[in-house]
């Protein structure tokens, strides 16, 4: 092989390799395919338990942690970031952000310096 093609071949960018065997998931015949949407909604469902809502305050961009635990349980979040410096309040509603996209929820300000997280099956309505 020659050092073009290695280096194209190190960079993705030579062809795929064929193989012999198709590659199996243990216990993937158990499992089916479902969106991601559906998982969280799921794993979010808590039967016979009542809705949470959880204030959380952080002092510094470290408590970024304890808001995506509790986000991940499906618990909706009020994120205070006014005791914060405009620089870490900004990182950590970029974070928030991040972590809403990624879990399909949602992210709104209901206030200066102040928003809300809502997993993905939690209606955000204003009236």
Not at 17 to 25: A, G, K, N, S
Not at 107 to 112: F, G, H, L, Q, S
Request: proline share 5%; aromatic share 8%; with cysteine.
């Amino acid at each position: 092989m020659g050092a073009v093609r290695k280096v194209a071949t190190y960079l993705g960018l030579g062809g795929v390799d064929q193989y012999d065997e198709p590659y199996e998931y243990e216990g993937a015949e158990d499992e089916e395919w479902m969106p991601a949407a559906e998982r969280a909604a799921r794993r979010w469902q808590q039967a016979g338990e009542p809705a949470r809502i959880v204030m959380v305050q952080p002092r510094e961009y470290n408590d970024a942690p304890t808001i995506g635990k509790h986000f991940r349980e499906g618990q909706t979040v009020i994120m205070d970031v006014t005791g914060m410096s405009m620089t870490e309040a900004t990182r950590m509603v970029d974070f928030a952000a991040g972590l809403a996209y990624g879990c399909e929820g949602k992210i709104e300000r209901i206030a200066e310096k102040v928003f809300l997280l809502a997993p993905a099956d939690v209606e955000i309505s204003a009236v």
